[in-house]
């Protein structure tokens, strides 16, 4: 943990899904772009920070339940 810490803490930007990584890139105020797709909800777990992004699908289902398989035929996220 302290290993990858310290490497994101020198990055000039993490690109990450919703990965622990991005909360230690806010607790070192890198900038942040998390993709936040499937069951990733920005609203509960969103790495904000100063420069970040986060990406949601526009997808009416999104964020899905993790825990059940995709209600569509397909998924779209």
């Given at each position: 943990?302290?290993?990858?810490?310290?490497?994101?803490?020198?990055?000039?930007?993490?690109?990450?899904?919703?990965?622990?990584?991005?909360?230690?890139?806010?607790?070192?105020?890198?900038?942040?772009v998390e993709?936040?797709?499937?069951s990733a909800?920005?609203?509960?777990?969103?790495?904000?920070?100063?420069?970040?992004?986060?990406?949601?699908?526009?997808?009416?289902?999104?964020?899905?339940?993790?825990?059940?398989?995709?209600?569509?035929?397909?998924?779209?996220?």
């Open positions: 943990i302290e290993g990858a810490f310290s490497i994101i803490k020198r990055a000039k930007l993490l690109l990450t899904g919703d990965t622990a990584a991005k909360h230690f890139a806010a607790a070192a105020q890198t900038p942040v993709i936040s797709i499937g909800d920005y609203r509960r777990t969103g790495a904000y920070g100063h420069g970040s992004i986060i990406l949601q699908s526009r997808e009416a289902c999104a964020p899905c339940p993790h825990s059940s398989p995709c209600s569509r035929e397909r998924q779209f996220c």
